[in-house]
């Protein structure tokens, strides 16, 4: 099977999907988005495209490693990102052509089902412990919740206090045996985390996500060592070169790889690998689309350290389209339980509506971050 056409589509709410199609009509769907930089991933699908038109769609691996060793300048969020979607649609059209689910290729399944967790917010104590008490009447048996606002390095007490009483309200809304992450963004600076993860002990966390940023973890090794909440971060790492000292510094308890951010299905069943020999758990980054979840599922299928899926359905990016609006059948991601079954069908395992995806491509989509500034007007970490 050759490659013979490369199509993008900009699509609300913020996501971008990849259409590969071989010249036997065989047809694999990717979900290369970088969020807030979406036309930026498309023009570089673009130029890989100008290498994979014509080559085997079948030769994933040695695709992979021109497209990431084939050009001086590699890695990054940018070019992993474009490079992870082209990877899932390959991954997507291989399952088709020999009528399997990509787990079947990759090993098998450990798992039939895995956990997953619900959105729950974060901004103000009562409406955060109403919407995770509700996320649990619907099933779910894990909420995750944003921390706090913006921090300065040094900042009041007050602002403690409020994310104190955040992770309080939900955890007495949902009783003790429901996880709770809470996500800190990368918010918060090395003083103010130490008070932060002192404060938070009591309250049995399932972890603490992005306590500082990425590229701090080595200045606060010991301290995440020692905290006895569980550390998660990775969202913002792009390759298993960026994961291996995270991951050897042994101040992460959880990896977060986002297989449409690293490389896609191939690199990140890697880095899931190489966090396994470490005993790291693994709970895939996905607050983004369809194709992106059914990519994650099909790693979490054969990964045995994986632990815990993130999904968007109900996430507030979501104000458009929601995660099941572009699936043919959206009783592929039926949840039960606290739990999502693995998609068995070929390939991803999910069907796209490509006349849906035509339809709103029309309308695309402009998704920033939002900026936010301190009260002394300094650019404040969102």
Same mark, same amino acid.
């Given at each position: 099977?050759?490659?013979?056409?490369?199509?993008?589509?900009?699509?609300?709410?913020?996501?971008?999907?990849?259409?590969?199609?071989?010249?036997?009509?065989?047809?694999?769907?990717?979900? @290369?988005?970088?969020?807030?930089? /979406? &036309?930026?991933? %498309?023009?570089?699908? =673009?130029?890989? *495209?100008?290498? #994979?038109? !014509?080559?085997?769609?079948?030769?994933?691996?040695?695709?992979?490693?021109?497209?990431?060793?084939?050009?001086?300048?590699?890695?990054?969020?940018?070019?992993?990102?474009?490079?992870?979607?082209?990877?899932?649609?390959?991954?997507?059209?291989?399952?088709?052509?020999?009528?399997?689910?990509?787990?079947?290729?990759?090993?098998?399944?450990?798992?039939?089902?895995?956990?997953?967790?619900?959105?729950?917010?974060?901004?103000? @104590?009562?409406?955060?412990?109403? /919407? &995770?008490?509700? %996320?649990?009447?619907? =099933?779910?048996? *894990?909420?995750? #919740?944003? !921390?706090?606002?913006?921090?300065?390095?040094?900042?009041?007490?007050?602002?403690?206090?409020?994310?104190?009483?955040?992770?309080?309200?939900?955890?007495?809304?949902?009783?003790?045996?429901?996880?709770?992450?809470?996500?800190?963004?990368?918010?918060?600076?090395?003083?103010?985390?130490?008070?932060?993860?002192?404060?938070?002990?009591?309250?049995?966390?399932?972890?603490?996500?992005?306590?500082?940023?990425?590229?701090?973890?080595?200045?606060?090794?010991?301290?995440?060592?020692?905290?006895?909440?569980?550390?998660?971060?990775?969202?913002?790492?792009?390759?298993?070169?960026?994961?291996?000292?995270?991951?050897?510094?042994?101040?992460?308890?959880?990896?977060?790889?986002?297989?449409?951010?690293?490389?896609?299905?191939?690199?990140?069943?890697?880095?899931?690998?190489?966090?396994?020999?470490?005993?790291?758990?693994?709970?895939?980054?996905?607050?983004?689309?369809?194709?992106?979840?059914?990519?994650?599922?099909?790693?979490?299928?054969?990964?045995?350290?994986?632990?815990?899926?993130?999904?968007?359905?109900?996430?507030?990016?979501?104000?458009?389209?929601?995660?099941?609006?572009?699936?043919?059948?959206?009783?592929?991601?039926?949840?039960?339980?606290?739990?999502?079954?693995?998609?068995?069908?070929?390939?991803?395992?999910?069907?796209?509506?490509?006349?849906?995806?035509?339809?709103?491509?029309?309308?695309?989509?402009?998704?920033?971050?939002?900026?936010?500034?301190?009260?002394?007007?300094?650019?404040?970490?969102?």
């Amino acid at each position: 099977m050759k490659i013979a056409s490369i199509e993008t589509f900009t699509l609300p709410p913020r996501w971008l999907f990849v259409r590969i199609e071989t010249d036997d009509g065989t047809v694999g769907w990717g979900e @290369p988005v970088l969020e807030g930089r /979406a &036309a930026s991933v %498309a023009a570089t699908v =673009g130029e890989l *495209a100008d290498y #994979l038109i !014509g080559q085997d769609a079948g030769r994933i691996e040695d695709l992979w490693t021109v497209l990431y060793r084939g050009g001086f300048y590699r890695g990054g969020g940018i070019h992993m990102s474009a490079l992870a979607g082209i990877d899932q649609a390959l991954w997507d059209i291989k399952g088709k052509a020999l009528g399997v689910p990509v787990h079947e290729l990759l090993g098998g399944r450990v798992r039939d089902r895995i956990k997953v967790y619900s959105w729950i917010g974060g901004d103000r @104590p009562d409406e955060t412990a109403k /919407a &995770a008490r509700d %996320a649990v009447d619907r =099933g779910f048996a *894990a909420v995750k #919740l944003n !921390g706090t606002e913006e921090l300065q390095y040094l900042d009041t007490w007050d602002k403690i206090d409020r994310c104190v009483a955040n992770v309080a309200a939900v955890r007495d809304a949902v009783g003790p045996n429901i996880g709770i992450g809470v996500d800190f963004h990368g918010r918060v600076h090395k003083p103010m985390m130490k008070v932060l993860l002192r404060e938070l002990e009591p309250y049995r966390l399932m972890f603490v996500e992005e306590p500082v940023l990425s590229e701090h973890v080595d200045s606060v090794v010991d301290v995440l060592r020692q905290s006895p909440i569980p550390i998660a971060l990775g969202e913002r790492l792009f390759s298993r070169w960026d994961f291996k000292s995270v991951i050897a510094s042994g101040a992460v308890d959880i990896i977060q790889p986002d297989p449409s951010h690293c490389g896609g299905i191939t690199e990140a069943r890697k880095i899931a690998h190489m966090a396994e020999a470490y005993d790291v758990a693994l709970a895939l980054h996905c607050p983004l689309g369809p194709i992106a979840l059914a990519s994650c599922l099909q790693i979490d299928a054969g990964c045995y350290n994986a632990t815990i899926q993130e999904q968007s359905l109900g996430i507030h990016y979501n104000t458009t389209n929601e995660l099941l609006d572009y699936l043919v059948d959206p009783a592929v991601f039926t949840y039960a339980d606290g739990q999502v079954r693995i998609p068995s069908g070929p390939g991803l395992g999910i069907e796209i509506n490509e006349e849906y995806v035509a339809e709103r491509a029309a309308v695309g989509h402009r998704w920033r971050n939002p900026i936010w500034r301190h009260s002394d007007g300094s650019f404040a970490e969102w």
